[in-house]
């Protein structure tokens, strides 16, 4: 039978299996060899009855030693009962309503049975155990992801009958990639996976088949990325980050000097850059991208900065202003609320070149904003647009340069796969004479305390925040939270200090005051939703109190964090939370121990899982069978560079040892990422 023949020609397989077949994905025969276990059984691990714990799954041995009884018991139950005995002790095996399965147990036959004990002594019995006639094989038994109407057994035996009808299976991977990195080939990787001889066979079939399918992501992002690269971009004429530099107050970190290397590297080039520069919070990214921009402007060409929210994008507009104040680098700020006389000007300007550099919002992307010469494209914390605004600032010129920031510290083996497409630069290094940020975890019974520290800071002349979590999913309730808190703080506690509010419903004039009012020092203590997340930068803030802290996801808590400690003074951070329970605390008590964003993320990770950590599917990849893009790092790393020199040698994957690799390559990507 042919791999791809439908599953409904299989022997076993009707019109009804067929369809619950198809609930699990499974329509080909290919489907069905790939259709992997989610756990095993240990079978072969037999314990006596003696020895066995309870409640925990056991193998035993055992001869059916009695006819099965039928009982009745309350509730309009029948209990059916048996007696086995392993030739040392007996012990009864029941089964509630299932006659069918008692029935099946022959007297005098020996059977291997699979389940949980219970009760105490005389009294112990395994209920409801899976049971098979013992022959001697088959250690490990695939438990299948199920639906209604199809077990694990019967998948196990649709399996089976599979792999003695497809004949022999093609290996997509070549011989010498299997040799160079010890990978077993194909058929003996999918048999182990199903149905392991051993559990050495297990590990190096899983090994095999992740390899493959994280290979093949790897060669398939790697090709796209060089097809992208055909296109020509301006190519920036020498460096001078030097010049750059002088118009600094400090001097940049190592780990800044280098990413800006690689970047006008890849800019002095006539393919178009597509870089990814990660660091953390207070890493000092908005140098980095104004290096670029610099760059470009001593060229002659325009760049562009987006930013997600108004607040981040004035924060970006007001620094940048700053730093090219003595230069005759031009700016101008594009957001939703600037006033239509002024965007019109604006536009105008950056259509026929006045300005160097705009900054803003989606709003530059608006249809009607134009560019003269765009040649550097700078989006930050580029996942919180949606997927479609993404390479709208990219459209504005003709292949420009792009750089894409992030602080969402995504571990590196998956930025790898998930940006696979771009080049990375991480900013590991945080900028010299930074203090740590000490936190703290209490509970509501000290507020008082907490608050109290706070006011001590603000008669120090520091200023702090307090944030307030969304009380429910929705925007409303988190600025009644921010708003009565406010109310109640400003008559209460701090009365007589100077509070401010901030929050996500306000206009963006009225946020801007506030702002300014805080950042100046006027405003001594912000209270605030989340909106602060990203884009305040105010050194004098070294205090931070955050409400309600389980309610954050670790990241976002690390992100609000990043808002203090930003200057050369010690910094506190207090998370209050009266949440008790074991997840909480353990989550909370990784913030407190280290302030390493990647660990954090790492930690967030495994917590939440891939998919609530980045929004599902924002990514766009296809989706995995066996490889899971946050426990498989070593995988990742080593496919990784397996492609890239794989594709060093071969780069269009020719020759008819490769034939199978290279469709299988097109396979995955057919599905919306073409690559021809
Ligand atoms: P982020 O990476 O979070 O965007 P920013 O670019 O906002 O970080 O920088 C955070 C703060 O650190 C800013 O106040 C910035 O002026 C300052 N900063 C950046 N680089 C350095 C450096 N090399 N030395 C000292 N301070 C720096
Ligand atoms: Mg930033």
């Not at 409904?8 to 080909?28: C, D, P, Q, S």
């Not at 022959?106 to 155990?129: A, Q």
């Not at 003269?372 to 600032?393: C, I, M, P, Y």
């Not at 991480?426 to 740590?436: A, H, V």
């Amino acid at each position: 039978m042919e791999l791809n023949a439908s599953i409904k020609y299989l022997k076993g397989v009707g019109e009804k299996r067929a369809a619950l077949l198809a609930k699990l994905g499974i329509f080909t025969l290919w489907d069905l060899l790939t259709f992997y276990p989610r756990t095993y059984e240990d079978w072969s691990n037999l314990t006596s009855i003696a020895d066995a714990p309870v409640n925990e799954n056991v193998c035993i041995k055992a001869v059916v030693g009695s006819r099965c009884r039928e009982q009745r018991i309350k509730g309009g139950m029948t209990l059916y009962k048996t007696e086995i005995t392993d030739g040392e002790m007996l012990l009864d095996v029941i089964f509630f309503n299932n006659k069918f399965a008692a029935q099946k147990l022959e007297t005098g036959k020996e059977y291997l049975f699979f389940g949980k004990i219970t009760g105490k002594g005389y009294y112990r019995s395994m209920n409801s155990p899976v049971f098979e006639e013992y022959d001697g094989s088959e250690a490990f038994r695939p438990i299948y992801p199920q639906t209604a109407g199809l077990n694990s057994r019967a998948i196990q035996k649709l399996v089976k009958t599979a792999f003695s009808v497809c004949g022999s299976i093609p290996d997509p991977l070549p011989e010498d990639i299997r040799n160079s990195y010890c990978l077993m080939g194909i058929e003996s990787a999918l048999k182990n996976i199903h149905t392991p001889e051993n559990e050495d066979m297990l590990s190096e079939s899983r090994r095999r088949l992740i390899f493959e399918e994280l290979f093949l992501l790897e060669l398939g992002l790697m090709r796209l990325k060089s097809k992208n690269r055909r296109s020509t971009a301006l190519a920036m004429d020498g460096d001078y980050t030097a010049e750059f530099t002088s118009l600094l107050p400090f001097e940049l970190t190592g780990a800044q000097k280098r990413a800006i290397a690689q970047a006008a590297e890849d800019m002095q080039k006539n393919v178009p850059m597509n870089r990814l520069l990660q660091g953390d919070v207070g890493s000092g990214k908005t140098a980095v991208s104004a290096a670029l921009i610099y760059n470009c402007a001593r060229n002659g060409c325009q760049s562009a900065l987006m930013a997600p929210t108004e607040v981040l994008a004035m924060q970006h507009y007001k620094t940048l202003a700053k730093m090219f104040e003595n230069t005759d680098i031009t700016i101008g700020l594009l957001t939703g609320s600037t006033p239509a006389a002024e965007k019109k000007k604006i536009k105008a300007a950056l259509a026929d070149g006045r300005i160097d550099l705009a900054v803003g919002t989606h709003a530059l992307i608006q249809k009607d904003v134009e560019f003269k010469n765009l040649a550097l494209a700078v989006t930050d914390e580029q996942h919180r647009f949606g997927v479609n605004q993404r390479g709208s600032l990219t459209s504005k010129g003709n292949n420009p340069h792009t750089l894409v920031m992030s602080a969402t510290p995504i571990p590196r083996t998956l930025a790898l796969i998930i940006y696979g497409d771009l080049d990375l630069s991480i900013l590991d290094e945080m900028p010299k004479g930074r203090q740590k940020i000490e936190t703290f975890l209490v509970g509501g019974d000290i507020r008082e305390r907490a608050y109290g520290y706070v006011k001590k800071h603000l008669c120090e002349g520091r200023q702090g925040y307090i944030v307030c979590a969304l009380v429910a999913e929705n925007e409303a309730s988190e600025l009644t939270a921010a708003t009565e808190l406010y109310q109640n703080l400003t008559d209460g506690f701090f009365k007589g200090f100077r509070v401010g509010l901030l929050h996500g419903k306000m206009k963006p004039a009225e946020k801007k005051a506030v702002m300014d009012s805080f950042a100046s020092g006027e405003t001594q203590l912000l209270v605030s939703t989340t909106v602060i997340e990203v884009g305040i930068d105010v050194p004098n803030a070294v205090i931070m109190v955050i409400e309600n802290a389980e309610r954050f996801g670790l990241s976002q808590l690390h992100q609000l964090r990043g808002r203090i400690g930003r200057g050369t003074e010690k910094s506190s951070c207090i998370m209050i939370s009266d949440a008790h329970n074991d997840i909480t605390e353990h989550r909370l008590k990784i913030l407190a121990s280290t302030t390493d964003g990647f660990k954090i993320a790492d930690e967030d990770l495994k917590l939440r899982g891939p998919g609530d950590f980045f929004g599902s599917r924002q990514h766009g990849l296809p989706e995995m069978k066996i490889a899971n893009m946050m426990t498989d790092g070593e995988a990742i790393r080593e496919t990784h560079a397996a492609a890239a020199e794989l594709l060093k040698k071969n780069p269009a994957l020719e020759g008819e040892a490769y034939t199978m690799l290279r469709k299988a390559v097109n396979h995955l990507f057919s599905g919306g990422m073409s690559m021809n």
